[in-house]
């Protein structure tokens, strides 16, 4: 689902809503803590990639990627102006690009509050948060440019031109 980072009484905060039909709002309810993991680009990586290969293979496959854990304390909000305040934050920051952004207010008032009825907010007060990314830096400069070339390899079946460009780019900060 989508979050919202925010700043609650100085507190770093996750926003967000969930259908009322989906019953993980129920155990979230019930729950001290919880865990939400963000998932960011990841992409397996061919040993045959590697231009140091040949010279003594010993090299093996392996996973390219990064991502986030954040636990805190999970509350329910069932308060309607809430959940419209939250859609409609939520709608502005994802409408914000489009030429013409749509709003929460070109719908009708009566159908919005029917919807509203249909879900549950969601905050969680972040109690910790951890992040792990793997993006060939354990790989000489050579290997790693092996790997931006073979996930930039249109013909190759494992080819990733976002965690292409990710490894490329740990490759121009050193």
């Not at 397996?44 to 990064?66: F, G, I, L, Q």
């Not at 070109?106 to 951890?130: R, S």
């Amino acid at each position: 689902i989508p979050f919202l980072y925010r700043l609650r009484e100085g507190k770093p905060t996750l926003v967000a809503h969930l259908a009322r039909a989906n019953p993980q709002w129920k155990d979230l309810a019930d729950l001290d803590e919880c865990l939400v993991v963000f998932q960011g680009a990841d992409n397996y990586v061919s040993p045959d990639w590697y231009p140091s290969k040949p010279a003594h293979h010993k090299v093996v496959p392996t996973w390219n990627y990064e991502m986030v854990q954040a636990r805190g304390i999970p509350k329910i909000i069932e308060a309607a102006d809430w959940m419209r305040n939250q859609v409609g934050e939520l709608t502005d920051k994802m409408e914000q690009p489009r030429s013409t952004p749509w709003k929460v207010d070109d719908a009708p008032t009566d159908f919005i509050a029917t919807q509203l009825k249909a879900i549950v907010g969601l905050e969680i007060e972040l109690t910790a948060i951890q992040g792990k990314w793997k993006m060939s830096q354990n790989r000489s400069a050579d290997d790693a440019r092996g790997v931006v070339a073979g996930l930039s390899n249109p013909d190759e079946p494992h080819a990733n031109t976002t965690v292409a460009a990710i490894v490329a780019s740990r490759m121009a900060d050193k």
